[in-house]
Nanobody
Framework: QVQLVESGGGLVQAGGSLRLSCAASGRAFSNRAMAWFRQAPGKEREFVAT???????YYADSVKGRFTISRDNAKNTVYLQMNSLKPEDTAVYFC?????????????????WGQGTQVTVSS
């Protein structure tokens, strides 16, 4: 089991940047793929970005070129650097840990979730 705690959300103007962090406790963090998902008001939760145990990354088309996911296994932490933010990026952002080291965009492959952190982008 892995416990996940997100931080770094907040209010930012369009065009600005934020960096989200997800601190993990528990065993075998470095062996697991990690991901970020988000849920906007009235919408389904959707995939944002994922990183495999070996550092391979994959992004949703809507954030490609603006967001960067990374991990620091020594700190048991995964990050999401968000640049050129848009109002449509407003959502609660969730960190998730997969059951394996393989990065996928599918929520069902992730069995540990954080409580979420709010990101609000004003126009």
């Amino acid at each position: 089991q892995v416990q996940l705690v997100e931080s770094g959300g907040g209010l930012v103007q369009a065009g600005g940047s934020l960096r989200l962090s997800c601190a993990a406790s528990g065993r075998a963090f470095s062996n697991r793929a990690m991901a970020w998902f988000r849920q906007a008001p009235g919408k389904e939760r959707e995939f944002v970005a994922t990183i495999s145990w070996s550092g391979g990354t994959y992004y949703a088309d809507s954030v490609k070129g603006r967001f960067t996911i990374s991990r620091d296994n020594a700190k048991n932490t995964v990050y999401l650097q968000m640049n050129s933010l848009k109002p449509e990026d407003t959502a609660v952002y969730f960190c998730a840990a997969a059951g394996s080291g393989y990065a996928t965009p599918y929520q069902g492959d992730y069995d540990n979730w954080g409580q979420g952190t709010q990101v609000t982008v004003s126009s």
